[in-house]
């Protein structure tokens, strides 16, 4: 039966049973012929579960995805995972070490293929996670990073920069990470403030009775040291450039070099130069020729070239040694405690090694420039517009990529080497063969080292639509000619340099145009405090959880409405508590609505009738939510679309227009009004669901599957929510003045209300309402004094030119003016209730003394965290609040 909803809303059989249904109908893939609407998914790591920030990013895609595709727009929502190289293979080494077996136990097609197993199971449990969250992605489009036909576009891609110049071989300073045993790039290398030392070490300089002093927080470095550099202008040191001294420890003779790049005011104005193991001396030892003298090795530990005694030794433990020995022969002048940043691995936690290594990079310059241009040109736009200028600060100072790693998983260089050390880059082992020239049975060897995960996601917007690179095989591409470039990218700020930026530069550069026309930026979800979740931390939210604890649409609407531009989001499980009591308003409402209908579903005859004021309240109020909510969304102002159905649903459509219509939908006699009120009751609340459905999917649908039955036309009614349309704004029904009055009669009966609730009167208490006002508004109110009486429990509501002496009374006035005063001899003990008013507004003043004589002591604002202050200040807006009310209920009494 249609009015059979159970009593209570019970999310997870309502969530298991729709989306199955929407899959198997094949809703989420495009149709029709309407304007391209595409989105493609950040692709999640296959390294286990799904976090919150990706329930929030999913979210805000899928209300975008839902409303275009009821629009009417041919809307596509690409899925898709990464292979995420450095992050997967820690994930698989670990398992194996489990087992006691090494990465190196295993031969690499060995390796590969546990990693394989790892990723069906792991992408197994991404696809589960996000059928549970209900978005509404083309599964039958689903991509992985290292599908054959991604992969063939990053050989394409690959041979083609290398063919331009742009991609080359060489040995240059990089970031090595002795723990993972790879390269990593500036980006993977998260910067942490450290407590160490400064050490002034003390160089003589030969055939002279002085020494020259400099400063450094790596002493183990000193043993590759082969210069000594100043500025040319620094008077200190002029009569020195061109000496030598004496390498303390290692007995070495190195030059005094003069180099503009030293700065004169910084420490002593001299600087050790160790060209193999600091990025700066790098490039000074190649202005300069100096000898490279690698000491620290690849697994952190000192090589052979730092001498005896220290050859084997930890880098941290050779310091100490090397400490210990310049202390003896007199060359550690003093230590000073010192605080800086040092560059640690992203992945591992490990301190970087900056080490000079044989890599791959990418010149990303040229292909920078044009990105920068297309977005100054506004071809795409970030939203917020702030984030422009981090952008542009990035790339108008971007280095050279280094693409390579030295893992086994990931996509290999495909650069192969003939026995005479020949290098061909090519597609194929074959086309490699071809171009050196060597026959089918010659030796060949491939590149060991696989590329930067960041390289193939960079092609994500174009791979993931099968481009080739072959102009004719592109263009007979439907999916790619009719979805590229895509509409919009939902992603965090934490990723626009390693992602978004690529992304641009790759796209503008392969495909002559951008990857997508706005970027959506996010920030981060943090807990309920506004701290950061970490497992360390014990603070992590599994989406899951709450997804099974509140429903997933009351998590799902609570994170988009808490998206104010790219603000952080406090995740508090108070307002999914609250959106889940939201999903159970929306829920009686319909079982009242249902509930009342005929057990026959058929449309209900449209009402001919004069509407009441009610009926075009609701209708202009539900006109202008539409316009409102639609406004919204073309801005991806989600907290604002969010707010305006919560409170046009609850307020405005439960607590008032139902009880407003209530005694009329439910008259036990069958006559045209009780008709005419159920039709607009349910037309509103069909129209309503619509709004509604791109945000909380599951409950919308089982509830407009019921009420639309008495709506639609069979033979039009769509066979799902998410293919019906998107209702548009009906200007027409707009009607600023039934606004106007209804809400006059809504501020009287709320202030009575407001009333009863300040003097502690029982809901059995009939009170008597008198106001005065002017003419227009007392018939107005009295024209609606059926409602009046019965929502604000009244025995009798009294017009007056002014109001009398009523004796002991409540008064106050609303917004349009209108003086109200309700009697309350009986009803109240005058005596006792000033007395619990003074009470309470003594407790309350206290409170805010206590609280301002915390936030107004000096430096608490500067020092305290963010969250702190900003919870201060939520406690004292609420007391001084409270304490507000409290005075105008005790001023009544006077």
């Keep these: 039966m249609p009015h059979d909803l159970p009593k209570a809303y019970e999310p997870k059989h309502i969530e298991q049973k729709w989306y199955p249904f929407w899959e198997q109908g094949g809703y989420f893939q495009p149709q029709g012929t309407g304007q391209p609407f595409c989105i493609v998914i950040p692709p999640p790591n296959v390294t286990g579960s799904l976090h919150m920030g990706h329930a929030l990013q999913h979210a805000l895609m899928d209300v975008l995805t839902r409303w275009r595709r009821m629009q009417g727009r041919c809307t596509l929502w690409l899925p898709g995972t990464d292979h995420a190289g450095i992050a997967t293979q ?35 449990t991404i696809q589960r996670q996000m059928r549970l969250e209900g978005v509404s992605v083309d599964w039958s489009r689903e991509r992985f990073t290292l599908d054959e036909g991604l992969s063939q576009a990053v050989r394409e891609v690959f041979v083609r920069l290398y063919e331009e110049g742009r991609i080359y071989r060489g040995a240059y300073m990089v970031n090595w990470s002795p723990k993972l045993q790879t390269a990593v790039s500036d980006l993977e290398v998260e910067m942490k403030e450290v407590r160490g030392k400064l050490y002034h070490l003390a160089y003589p300089v030969i055939g002279r009775e002085e020494t020259i002093i400099v400063a450094t927080t790596r002493p183990e470095t000193m043993l590759g040291d082969t210069a000594v550099a100043v500025h040319p202008a620094d008077d200190r040191y002029r009569h020195l450039i061109g000496q030598r001294v004496r390498l303390p420890i290692v007995g070495r003779d190195i030059p005094i070099i003069a180099d503009e790049a030293v700065e004169i005011g910084f420490g002593t104005g001299a600087v050790k130069v160790t060209p193999a193991h600091d990025p700066n001396d790098f490039e000074l030892g190649k202005r300069h020729g100096l000898e490279f003298i690698v000491v620290i090795g690849k697994d952190g530990t000192m090589t052979e070239a730092a001498g005896v005694g220290f050859a084997g030794l930890d880098r941290f433990k050779a310091r100490e040694k090397v400490i210990q020995e310049l202390a003896e022969l007199g060359a550690l002048v003093r230590v000073e405690d010192y605080t800086h940043n040092v560059g640690h691995c992203q992945r591992s936690g490990v301190p970087i090694e900056p080490l000079v290594s044989e890599q791959w990079f990418l010149d990303v310059k040229p292909l920078a420039e044009k990105a920068i241009a297309a977005v100054r040109e506004g071809r795409t736009r970030f939203i917020p517009g702030s984030w422009e200028k981090v952008y542009f600060d990035w790339m108008e100072n971007i280095h050279p990529w280094c693409i390579s790693r030295q893992l086994w998983w990931g996509h290999r260089i495909p650069a ?13 082992e074959a086309e490699a063969r071809h171009k050196l020239g060597l026959p089918d049975d010659a030796p060949m060897t491939q590149d060991e080292d696989v590329l930067d995960t960041w390289f193939s996601s960079a092609l994500w917007a174009f791979s993931t639509f099968g481009w080739t690179g072959d102009p004719a095989r592109d263009a007979a591409n439907p999916d790619l000619q009719h979805f590229t470039p895509t509409d919009v990218l939902v992603t965090g700020f934490d990723i626009i340099f390693f992602w978004v930026a690529r992304m641009m530069m790759m796209s503008l550069h392969f495909t002559g145009d951008v990857p997508f026309r706005c970027v959506f930026v996010t920030g981060l979800v943090r807990d309920a405090h506004g701290q950061k979740m970490s497992k360390t931390k014990g603070n992590v939210i599994d989406p899951l959880e709450v997804f099974e604890k509140y429903g997933t649409d009351a998590v799902r609407f609570s994170l988009v409405s808490a998206v104010t531009g790219a603000n952080d989001i406090k995740l508090q499980e108070s307002k999914m508590e609250a959106a889940r009591n939201f999903a159970n308003k929306i829920w009686n409402a319909a079982r009242f609505t249902l509930g009342n209908l005929p057990d026959l579903a058929a449309p209900l005859p449209c009402p001919d009738e004069s509407p009441s004021l009610a009926d075009r309240w609701m209708q202009s109020r539900l006109a202008r939510v539409t316009a409102e909510v639609t406004e919204a969304l073309e801005n991806f102002r989600f907290h604002d679309a969010t707010l305006t159905l919560y409170k046009f649903f609850w307020n405005d459509f439960c607590d008032w227009y139902i009880e407003l219509v209530k005694p009329v939908v439910s008259a036990a006699e069958d006559t045209p009004e009780r008709t005419a009120a159920r039709a ?16 909380m999917p599951f409950i919308t649908e089982e509830l407009w599957q019921q009420v639309s039955r008495y709506v639609w036309a069979e033979d039009e009614r769509p066979s799902s929510l998410c293919i019906a349309p998107y209702p548009q704004a009906a200007v027409a029904d707009l009607d600023p003045e039934a606004e106007r009055q209804m809400e006059a009669v809504i501020n009287l009966i709320s202030r009575v209300r407001n009333i009863r609730a300040e003097m502690n009167l029982p809901p059995s208490a009939q009170v008597e309402v008198h106001f005065a006002a002017d003419a227009s508004l007392s018939q107005l109110l009295l024209a609606q004094k059926p409602a009046i009486l019965r929502l604000a429990r009244a025995t009798a509501v009294v017009a007056h030119d002014e109001l009398p002496d009523l004796g002991f009374c409540a008064c106050s006035v609303t917004p349009e003016g209108v003086r109200l005063a309700l009697p309350l001899a009986g009803l109240v003990d005058a005596q006792a209730e000033r007395a619990r008013l003074e009470k309470e507004i003594a407790k309350h ?49 006077g």
């Excluded at 990465?103 to 790892?118: G, P």
């Excluded at 009751?681 to 945000?695: G, N, Q, S, Y």
């Design 416 to 428: 192969w080497y003939a026995p005479d050390g020949r290098l061909a880059v090519a597609r194929s």
């Design 680 to 695: 607009r009751l349910t037309a509103t609340l069909e129209h309503a669901l619509r709004l509604l459905h791109p945000f």
């Design 845 to 893: 003043e206290k409170a805010l003394h206590q609280l301002l004589e915390v936030v107004n002591r000096p430096g608490f604002a500067e020092r305290a965290a963010l969250e702190v202050v900003a919870e201060k200040q939520e406690q004292r807006l609420a007391l001084e609040t409270q304490l507000a009310v409290l005075r105008e209920t005790l001023a009544t009494f």
């Design 90 to 124: 820690m994930v698989v080494e670990k398992q194996l070490a489990a087992e006691g077996i090494k990465r190196t136990d295993l031969t690499r097609a060995e390796f590969e293929a546990r990693v394989w197993a790892w990723k069906a199971e792991s992408g197994g």
